[in-house]
């Protein structure tokens, strides 16, 4: 596709309950990473995937957190018994990773993101 | 830990200049980067530097000083559409997460 996208772009859940949230990264980007944003908020780094390994997950705030990647291409992230603290927006980025030098930026594209309430 | 500090609001008004600056400490740096993002929206990339001085793309310019460990973005001929939050970003290493900011909300009022 032409951009980043994620689903559902809203999702209302009741404390305790299961969540999963999509990303469908850039075509051919190999990094894929997932931050956390609340309201007024900076964002706040969750965990991150090159290829379909994750070789950062230092950011994930709980075991109840988890992410995987398949097929070097869509992710899911995961969140088990949801509580009211997880309510958020879930942002997915990828970039194209080349693995060059400091002087170029891989510029991260960001997905609309995924609006969790947990009630 | 890493810390990045930046004003938390500013305002200003619709065709003036604004200089939205960022700190940072961090156990590693490759460069600094500039996000904007609207109410509702993703963000997206402005700007990026990895050494000391002024980068311009039209209306925006961003600036690093490396030994200060400082950097501003500068935006001239302020629009209505300008009003946003403008992240500042660490770059640790190559390809790895960005450190974020906590975002300058900014008001262009006429």
């Known amino acids: 596709g032409a951009g980043v996208s994620q689903s559902p772009s809203n999702k209302v859940t009741e404390k305790g309950k299961d969540v999963e949230l999509r990303c469908d990264p850039i075509?051919?980007?190999?990094?894929l990473y997932w931050y956390r944003q609340s309201l007024g908020q900076g964002l706040e780094f969750l965990i991150y995937f090159q290829g379909n390994s994750a070789p950062d997950k230092s950011g994930l705030p709980s075991d109840r957190f988890s992410a995987e990647r398949t097929g070097g291409s869509v992710s899911t992230l995961t969140i088990q018994r949801t509580q009211q603290e997880d309510s958020a927006v879930y942002l997915c980025a990828s970039s194209l990773a080349s693995g060059g030098a400091f002087l170029i930026q891989e510029t991260q594209y960001f997905g609309p993101g995924t609006r969790l309430l947990v009630l | 830990g890493q810390s990045l500090e930046q004003p938390s609001e500013v305002t200003a008004v619709e065709g003036a200049i604004v200089q939205i600056n960022c700190t940072y400490q961090t156990s590693g740096f490759y460069g600094l980067s500039w996000y904007q993002q609207h109410d509702g929206g993703a963000p997206t990339f402005l700007s990026y530097n990895a050494l000391d001085g002024l980068e311009e793309t039209g209306r925006f310019s961003s600036f690093l000083s490396r030994s200060d460990s400082y950097g501003y973005l500068l935006l001239q001929e302020l629009q209505m559409k300008d009003s946003a939050s403008y992240f500042c970003a660490v770059s640790l290493s190559g390809n790895t997460p960005l450190v974020f900011g906590k975002g300058t909300r900014l008001s262009v009022i006429a």
């Open positions: 075509s051919g980007h190999t990094a």
